[in-house]
């Protein structure tokens, strides 16, 4: 029914940039809430950043002033853009769509490999 793809994972340096998309597929998208999500070997999945259907945002900490999530509702997908990227920043990245109305309906993507490494 609804389907969630990310890419755009990689090797990257330290004190690079990646750009992560998200696209997803149905009708359903602008009235949606995204994030993004990350998980390390051995950790728990945590939010990176996530961005409401009103456009407003927020971010995990350690992210924070490094990465900026975005939407583009015309083409149905949410972008990361993750800059200063750092070797703990590595983790397979995930996202998420979800909408409330009687109750919660989410989505989730297969994940995308982000690796941070010199």
């Known amino acids: 029914q609804v389907q969630v793809v990310e890419s755009g994972g990689g090797l990257v340096q330290p004190g690079g940039s990646l750009r992560l998309s998200c696209a997803a597929s149905?009708?359903?998208?602008?009235?949606?809430?995204m994030g993004w999500y990350r998980q390390a070997p051995g950790k728990q999945r945590e939010l990176v950043a996530h961005?409401?259907?009103?456009?407003?945002?927020n971010y995990a900490d350690s992210v924070k002033g490094r990465f900026t999530i975005s939407r583009d509702n015309a083409k149905k997908t949410v972008y990361l853009q993750m800059n200063s990227l750092k070797p703990e920043d590595t983790a397979i990245y995930y996202c998420r769509l979800w909408v409330t109305w009687r109750t919660t309906y989410e989505y989730w993507g297969q994940g995308t490999q982000v690796t941070v490494s010199s």
């Open positions: 961005i409401s259907s009103g456009g407003s945002t």
């Open positions: 149905g009708s359903i998208f602008s009235m949606s809430d």
